[in-house]
């Protein structure tokens, strides 16, 4: 039994690195409501299914405690939303978004500063994920090279120059213990990435960005019609089912709204 499980870590530090010594750094994931999409046609996501039925999304930040400091994946959508009670519509009138809570807000009742975040990771630079990027001006910015460099329709760069950058080039282990792996899952935009966060007593977590949008889909393999590459969509979908099968871990759907419904708020948390 000692055998095989070594066998299987040995495989792991292959694929994913080295794996945490003892008791991982990484101490405590919060769940951060950073805000609410509704859309009328939830075929937007699924091609030919569903025409007409809208759907809820929840939108999730996930904030990380390690030893070495705070780490934040995703921003949500902009604080400034939070001021518009009724919420705005997007994509001419396709979604509409809406803010209950601020980030700012959301970390202040954690006695957590903006400048006690150390790093900021992104899965892609949608506006739902990078809302509050330079809220965090001093924290490194963790993105893939692909999607730091692509082109936006108006040419404008996708972050501030001037923001302290770490441009990817696939998979990246934050810490340097395992515990918080970033995983390149391109194909919903070039440079998307997911997050496998490996908890002490949860166990592994596998946050998914947008490399599925909700979990009829993931069990269906869809892919929106809106991604930059469906094979790559689909080649990184079945990567995170190899990581999840190997690591027996969850796979925490951002936009999930049941599933993020059913999990732990901050202020509580999972360790
Ligand atoms: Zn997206």
């Given amino acids: 039994m000692k055998l095989v499980n070594l066998a299987v870590a040995a495989a792991l530090v292959a694929a994913l690195g080295p794996l945490p010594a003892g008791a991982a750094?990484?101490?405590?994931?919060?769940?951060?409501?950073?805000?609410?999409?509704?859309?009328?046609?939830?075929?937007?996501?699924?091609?030919?299914?569903?025409?007409?039925?809208?759907?809820?999304?929840?939108?999730?930040?996930?904030?990380?405690?390690?030893?070495q400091g705070w780490l934040l994946w995703d921003t949500g959508l902009p604080d400034a939303l939070a001021a518009r009670p009724d919420g705005v519509d997007a994509v001419n009138g396709v979604l509409h978004m809406t803010r209950p809570k601020t980030l700012a807000g959301e970390l202040q009742a954690l006695g957590v500063k903006p400048s006690d975040v150390k790093a900021v990771a992104i899965s892609h630079t949608h506006p739902d994920h990078i809302g509050n990027v330079e809220a965090f001006p001093q924290a490194m910015l963790y993105v893939q090279k692909a999607e730091y460099e692509w082109p936006s329709e108006n040419g404008t760069p996708r972050f501030n120059p001037d923001h302290p950058v770490t441009k990817l080039e696939g998979d990246y282990d934050v810490f340097g213990d395992?515990?918080?792996?970033?995983?390149?899952?391109?194909?919903?935009?070039?440079?998307?990435q997911s997050l496998l966060v490996r908890l002490p007593k949860t166990g592994a977590v596998l946050l998914s960005?947008?490399?599925?949008?909700?979990?009829?889909?993931?069990?269906?393999?869809?892919?929106?019609?809106?991604?930059?590459?469906?094979?790559?969509?689909?080649?990184?979908?079945?990567?995170?089912?190899?990581?999840?099968?190997?690591?027996?871990?969850?796979?925490?759907?951002?936009?999930?709204?049941?599933?993020?419904?059913?999990?732990?708020?901050?202020?509580?948390?999972?360790?």
């Fill in 25 to 67: 750094g990484v101490e405590r994931l919060y769940v951060l409501d950073c805000g609410h999409i509704s859309a009328k046609d939830q075929s937007r996501w699924s091609p030919g299914v569903n025409v007409g039925v809208p759907i809820e999304l929840s939108d999730n930040c996930y904030l990380i405690h390690h030893a």
């Fill in 178 to 192: 395992g515990s918080v792996m970033i995983i390149s899952t391109p194909g919903h935009t070039p440079g998307h």
């Fill in 209 to 271: 960005g947008d490399a599925v949008h909700f979990r009829d889909n993931w069990d269906n393999r869809r892919v929106p019609g809106f991604n930059v590459s469906k094979e790559q969509t689909l080649a990184s979908m079945q990567h995170i089912a190899d990581i999840l099968a190997k690591e027996h871990a969850q796979l925490w759907i951002n936009h999930d709204k049941p599933q993020s419904d059913a999990q732990k708020k901050s202020p509580e948390f999972y360790e």
